[in-house]
């Protein structure tokens, strides 16, 4: 008798366990929800007692197609939120794993490949990410691929025609990430592979490039007005004429413990543009192009890492042990925003070691000159330790300003103007977004914010150790197109915040994370966007996101830039 008591108080101390992650709402209550973000439910669907919602906004719609802009709201496991994915949105499905990734692959190929070679090299960079995919899988966590083949299973009860295969799913979410890891570190693309000559030959540095345009900011404290958190974060990025009309909001609730939260995605991805969970935990990621990169194991990295990470971390301090935690392969940033401790950090993250050898990747006759850091430099003033091929820089870190002394003579060496007024708090290095003021990526970036409640991410690494590993010559032939305007926006953004360091509500903070659109101070940033048919306005490549952390609210802007901007407030639905 007794020995069964025992087993039925442990049975209903586990149910009140995961109690709290099975409570849903009524679907009343989400009808209600919806209303209050200007959504209207249009179709509901259930699978294996669980709900699947696919709602439409009353008035925000594609500037081209006059579709009206989507969220979907998911229930259940995995297995079960994917297939009802795959039920209410198998068309864009569809589209993401068919026409996105065989387009999106374009945006690596350099703009003075031999017309006649690009197709040839096109077929190489798809079969890199083909036998990479296979690599990846061992380290996606299972609740991404059973997410996956619940996925495939909806689009096939959908539409018994579908063109979405599992094979396909996985190159659309991994991918990406497979083709940097090569592209990062590629004078390391001989290894364990055989090209032909032609391969090896367009299989240049030259001939690749890296669509780099992404930035993220955290304030909070005394540099807002109104004492929330405000997370700000964009995702430019190739969209090949898919992302645009398919980019939508999707709120899991799973059942099995992890945190419920909002994604800034497009149905097929399993992974977030940008993540706000229900504890008030932002997350982005930003590209950081280095050759600490591992092709023989690219890992989990990226969109899949930032949701991930979000389901799992109730705290930033949580959301990075996950990270370092994780087995990695590509080089990127994240930011973890925590709108319930107001705290941010910077997450500078390279492929999972337990030994990273910095100098290893500089190019042999900077370090014989003696333009840069020894080991016993690097173990005297480096104030990071690395955790796993991890280096943070939380919103209070400190920058070892002895590295900066190095700046002088490497901007000398490759004939660039140096003034050490360019590295202050407000400095610039680049005036303009179109100057070509620094070393390319052989110098040591600045930090700007010397205060506890700003910090700014845009797409390179500043600890000085991480910033040694972005110096790999390959990887710098491959961005080289990028790497000026990269510190531009950095100085820019942090100017900016600067500038309204007091004032800034929901609103400023939006228009800080919106600097770069086209009604803003830089409308010729984006010229080379695609125009809208009519031409009256262009493409947003990718989308950008505020939250208000404290409050737990997302807005979003993607499509078309003419398009309205959407609302989740994510407690309507989760609580």
Same mark, same amino acid.
């Given at each position: 008798m007794?020995?069964?008591?025992?087993l039925?108080?442990?049975?209903?101390?586990?149910s009140m366990?995961?109690?709290?992650?099975?409570?849903v709402?009524?679907?009343?209550?989400?009808?209600?929800?919806?209303?209050r973000?200007n959504?209207?439910?249009?179709?509901t669907?259930s699978?294996?007692g669980k709900?699947g919602i696919?709602a439409?906004?009353?008035?925000a719609?594609n500037?081209?197609t006059?579709?009206?802009?989507?969220v979907?709201?998911?229930?259940?496991?995995a297995?079960q939120m994917g297939?009802m994915?795959?039920l209410?949105a198998e068309? #864009?499905?569809?589209k993401?794993?068919?026409?996105?990734?065989d387009k999106?692959?374009?945006?690596?190929?350099?703009w003075?490949?031999?017309?006649?070679?690009i197709?040839i090299?096109?077929?190489?960079?798809k079969?890199i990410?083909?036998e990479?995919t296979?690599?990846?899988?061992? +380290?996606?966590?299972?609740?991404?691929?059973q997410?996956?083949?619940?996925?495939v299973?909806g689009?096939?009860?959908?539409n018994?025609?579908?063109?979405?295969?599992?094979?396909?799913?996985?190159m659309l979410n991994?991918?990406?990430?497979?083709l940097?890891?090569?592209i990062?570190?590629?004078?390391?693309l001989w290894?364990?592979?055989?090209?032909?000559?032609?391969?090896?030959?367009?299989l240049?540095p030259?001939?690749?490039?890296?669509p780099?345009m992404?930035?993220?900011?955290?304030v909070?404290g005394?540099a807002?007005s109104?004492g929330?958190?405000?997370f700000?974060?964009?995702?430019?990025?190739? =969209?090949?004429?898919?992302?645009?009309? =398919?980019a939508c909001?999707i709120?899991y609730?799973? #059942?099995?413990g992890r945190?419920?939260l909002?994604?800034m995605?497009?149905?097929?991805f399993?992974?977030s543009?940008a993540?706000?969970?229900?504890?008030?935990i932002g997350?982005?990621v930003d590209?950081s192009?280095s050759g600490n990169?591992?092709h023989k194991?690219p890992?989990l990295?990226?969109?899949?890492l930032v949701?991930h990470s979000?389901h799992r971390?109730?705290s930033?301090?949580?959301?990075?042990d996950? $990270?370092?935690?994780t087995?990695?392969?590509?080089?990127w940033?994240y930011?973890i925003?925590?709108g319930?401790?107001n705290?941010s950090?910077?997450?500078?993250?390279?492929?999972t070691t337990d030994?990273?050898?910095?100098?290893?990747?500089?190019?042999?006759?900077?370090q014989?000159?003696n333009?840069?850091?020894d080991?016993?430099f690097?173990?005297?003033?480096?104030?990071? =330790?690395?955790?796993?091929?991890i280096m943070?820089r939380w919103?209070?870190?400190?920058?070892p300003?002895?590295?900066?002394?190095f700046?002088?003579?490497l901007?000398?060496?490759f004939n660039?103007p140096y003034?050490?007024?360019d590295?202050s708090e407000r400095?610039y290095i680049n005036?303009?977004?179109?100057?070509?003021?620094?070393?390319a990526?052989?110098?040591?970036?600045p930090?700007?914010e010397?205060?506890?409640?700003?910090l700014v991410?845009?797409?390179?690494y500043?600890?000085?150790s991480m910033?040694l590993?972005? $110096?790999?010559?390959?990887?710098?032939?491959?961005s080289?197109?990028?790497l000026?305007?990269?510190?531009?926006?950095?100085d820019?953004l942090?100017?900016?915040?600067l500038e309204?360091y007091?004032?800034? +509500?929901?609103?400023k903070?939006?228009?800080?994370?919106?600097?770069?659109a086209p009604?803003?101070?830089f409308?010729?940033?984006?010229q080379?966007?695609?125009?809208s048919s009519?031409g009256?306005t262009?493409v947003?490549?990718g989308?950008v996101?505020v939250?208000?952390?404290?409050?737990k609210i997302m807005?979003s802007h993607?499509?078309f830039y003419?398009d309205?901007?959407?609302?989740?407030?994510?407690?309507?639905y989760?609580?």
């Open positions: 007794k020995k069964w008591t025992f039925f108080v442990g049975l209903f101390f586990v366990l995961f109690s709290q992650s099975l409570i709402k009524s679907l009343d209550e989400l009808e209600n929800a919806f209303a973000d959504y209207e439910i249009i179709k669907v699978f294996q709900r696919l439409q906004h009353k008035t719609c500037y081209e006059k579709d009206k802009k989507k979907l709201y998911l229930e259940g496991n297995y297939y994915t795959g209410l068309k #864009d499905v569809q993401m794993t068919t026409l996105f990734l999106v692959i374009f945006a690596f190929i350099g003075d490949v031999d017309p006649d070679k197709k090299l096109w077929q190489i960079l079969a990410i083909v990479l296979k690599k990846s899988l061992p +380290d996606i966590p299972q609740e991404y691929l997410e996956m083949k619940g996925i299973d689009c096939k009860a959908a018994q025609n579908t063109k979405v295969t599992y094979d396909d799913l996985c991994v991918g990406i990430d497979c940097l890891s090569y990062y570190a590629i004078n390391n290894e364990g592979r055989k090209f032909s000559a032609e391969e090896s030959d367009l240049k030259e001939n690749l490039r890296i780099v992404c930035n993220a900011f955290s909070f005394r807002v109104d929330k958190h405000y700000g974060r964009d995702f430019m990025f190739p =969209t090949a004429d898919v992302f645009e009309y =398919t909001k709120i609730c799973p #059942d099995d945190i419920p909002v994604s995605t497009a149905p097929g399993v992974g543009i993540s706000m969970n229900k504890e008030g997350i982005g590209m192009p990169c591992n194991r890992g990295n990226s969109l899949i949701r979000a971390g109730a930033a301090q949580d959301a990075l996950k $990270m370092i935690q087995q990695r392969g590509v080089s940033d930011i925003a925590d319930k401790n705290r950090v910077v997450v500078e993250a390279g492929h030994n990273l050898n910095f100098l290893q990747y500089p190019p042999d006759n900077l014989k000159a333009l840069l850091p080991q016993g690097l173990n005297y003033y480096e104030n990071q =330790t690395h955790q796993k091929g943070v919103n209070d870190y400190q920058y300003e002895n590295f900066l002394s700046n002088k003579k901007f000398q060496f660039k003034n050490p007024a590295f400095g005036k303009k977004h179109t100057d070509q003021n620094c070393p990526a052989y110098y040591f970036a930090q700007r010397n205060k506890d409640d700003v991410m845009i797409n390179h500043v600890v000085p910033r590993c972005a $110096m790999n010559p390959a990887t710098v032939v491959v080289k197109g990028n000026n305007d990269i510190q531009w926006r950095y820019e942090n100017n900016q915040i309204n007091g004032k800034i +509500d929901f609103e903070a939006r228009q800080l994370i919106d600097f770069l009604y803003n101070q409308p010729d940033y984006y080379h966007n695609k125009p009519d009256k262009k947003l490549r989308s996101s939250c208000n952390l404290t409050d807005q993607f499509g003419e309205e901007w959407v609302t989740i407030q994510l407690m309507n989760v609580e």
